[in-house]
């Protein structure tokens, strides 16, 4: 599936939902399904920097395509950082450097979220994007 699938599919089911304590037990539903980080990357190196909780995130290359992994330590934020894995995780460098995340704005998420974790998932999708511009710049 391309980023814009994935994403139009992450904007149906959000939509199910009827309120967002529905959609919160949702993302913590998905957070708690995220493949965990292999141990060695929960370090300093591997942290996002500008979260409020501590969130940790892996990137490998794999035919092409970046596969990545993560952990929180902090349940909400496990959840957004598992929607974001879903939607770049296993796609080329350069569809995710070219993506936009529209669709968090479609859920809602970003205005439910408090200025910090906001800015948290800013920092998740720029580091998601760092990662994928090294690896592009490498296929180059």
Known sequence: M??????????DEFSMFEDWEERYQYMIDLGKSLPLIDEQYK???HIIKG????VWVHAEMNNDTVEFTADSDAIITKGIIAILIRVFSGQHPKAIIESNTDFIDKIGLKEHLSPTRANGLGSMIKQIKMYAVAYQTQLN
């Open 43 to 45: 370090n300093e190196a």
């Open 2 to 11: 391309t980023i814009a699938e994935i994403q139009e599919e992450i904007i």
């Open 51 to 54: 979260c409020q909780s501590k």
